[in-house]
């Protein structure tokens, strides 16, 4: 499975920065293509922004540590862009949309298991 964690997340000006643990191969990064679509991963408290190629996916994956700028970026509508390695930036479209569907979603739902409603709930909620 192609994925990356998101190692710093921070504000830039009309953006919120996601730099990730390790860098994405020249190749793969050039190829990749945002697909406005996001997951969960309730186990590891992680939302997921989905990237592809023509063959695979590659998984953007936003920590609990981030949530708290991302809550910032959402409220403010700074749009996020991720460092895939040194030479690729790619914005992540829709972004905000998929996230507060997927807030929305958690709440009251033991489908993601309490743990991360919870935790969802005190970094987005009201």
Not at 38 to 64: G, I, K, N, Q
Not at 97 to 123: C, K, P, S, T
């Amino acid at each position: 499975m192609n994925k990356g964690t998101v190692a710093e997340l921070r504000l830039e000006h009309n953006t919120v920065v996601a730099t990730l643990e390790e860098e994405v191969k020249r190749e793969q990064a050039k190829q990749l293509q945002a697909t406005e679509r996001m997951l969960v991963d309730s186990d590891d408290h992680a939302f997921v922004y989905v990237l592809e190629d023509e063959e695979t996916f590659f998984y953007l994956r936003f920590p609990e540590a981030t949530w708290t700028v991302l809550k910032e970026g959402m409220n403010s509508g700074k749009e996020v862009v991720a460092h895939l390695n040194q030479e690729t930036l790619i914005t992540c479209h829709n972004f905000y949309n998929e996230l507060r569907y997927l807030i929305d979603n958690i709440a009251g739902n033991g489908n993601y298991g309490e743990e991360m409603e919870r935790a969802v709930q005190n970094a987005f909620g009201e």
